[in-house]
């Protein structure tokens, strides 16, 4: 396939492939912690999680196929009624909560379809403490519909014991309202900018695409500032992140950037492969789009340049592509 040359898509060559795919862990018998940490399992997510050990997770990251059809590489996810996709859920949720340290916290991907299966399916386990809904700029129109242009992330935990750094994910905005005190003084604002308190409604997010690094032909890759998200939030450095759908890899890419322990399972050996040749040039470019001086930056909010010095702009760059 021909590609602009500002196109930054991750591609990966059959013989490369070949290479990265020794690396792949396929699970037979139990194993330990430590035989599995920070390492990509490639199999099916119920087969793998009989041969892991018990309550060594801290996060575990959800982004099961939605109940659409889709092809996701050489697997085909097929759309069914609501109640056999609740079922089909249940059948893999329930085993892998054994992985789980009681204090534990669970992020379920979703969209407005399987919404009711998963807030049914996730109520009879776990706490759930909130629905966080994020924009999608892309999406198709629709003539007689509206168009879909969000996605859920529901909040869980294990128990009432969990970690949540409040300070850790609030969101640098631009002030619209610069408010000051009697003295003429800036009014909780700097700069510009107001750092604000995290909420469940996420309008700050780009999906990766062509020019982004981060970008692969994943078909529902989520953006690593998403996962970032979620990562610093509901764990601490050093902890254990876990990923039974890892797609592309974001979630260990961000794990392993962020200080994190990481496990991904993907059934997808081209996928699995993807999310491998991520991992290693995470070293080289720890950068999270989005994401710098330890906070978030609402999306163009803050210069290009600055937000990324890995890539290179020009005075033809669009600043809406910032992150």
């Not at 089909?88 to 992020?107: D, G």
């Not at 995290?198 to 695409?209: E, H, I, M």
């Not at 961000?254 to 040749?277: H, I, P, Q, T």
Request: charged share 25%.
């Amino acid at each position: 396939m021909n590609r602009s040359t500002r196109n930054r898509t991750l591609t990966l060559e059959p013989a490369e492939q070949a290479t990265l795919a020794r690396s792949l862990l396929r699970l037979r018998q139990p194993v330990s912690t430590s035989a599995v940490l920070d390492r990509i399992i490639c199999q099916d997510a119920r087969d793998a999680v009989a041969h892991l050990p018990d309550a060594f997770v801290d996060l575990l990251v959800l982004d099961p196929p939605y109940n659409l059809t889709k092809q996701f590489g050489e697997q085909r996810f097929a759309a069914m009624p609501t109640n056999e996709y609740g079922a089909w859920m249940e059948s893999w949720l329930a085993p892998m909560l054994r992985l789980l340290k009681p204090t534990a916290t669970i992020y379920v991907c979703g969209d407005w379809r399987s919404s009711t299966a998963v807030q049914s399916v996730i109520e009879r386990y776990l706490v759930v403490r909130n629905r966080i809904t994020w924009e999608r700029e892309k999406g198709r129109g629709a003539l007689r519909n509206w168009k879909n242009s969000s996605e859920d992330i529901w909040f869980a935990t294990l128990s009432d014991e969990y970690v949540f750094n409040v300070d850790a994910v609030k969101l640098k905005r631009r002030v619209l309202a610069p408010y000051r005190d009697e003295s003429g003084r800036p009014k909780d604002w700097s700069d510009g900018h107001r750092l604000t308190h995290p909420s469940n409604l996420w309008t700050d997010l780009t999906v990766p695409f062509w020019s982004m690094p981060e970008n692969t032909d994943h078909p529902t890759q989520k953006p690593e500032k998403l996962v970032a998200k979620l990562v610093l939030a509901s764990s601490n450095p050093g902890d254990v992140v876990l990923d039974p759908f890892l797609g592309s890899g974001t979630t260990a890419v961000v794990a392993k950037k962020l200080g994190r322990r990481f496990l991904g399972v993907e059934f997808d050996e081209r996928y699995a492969c993807l999310a491998l040749k991520r991992l290693s040039m995470a070293d080289e470019c720890p950068h999270i789009q989005g994401y710098s001086d330890g906070v978030f930056w609402e999306r163009n909010s803050q210069p290009a340049a600055r937000a990324d010095p890995s890539i290179a702009h020009d005075e033809k760059a669009q600043p809406e592509f910032a992150f």
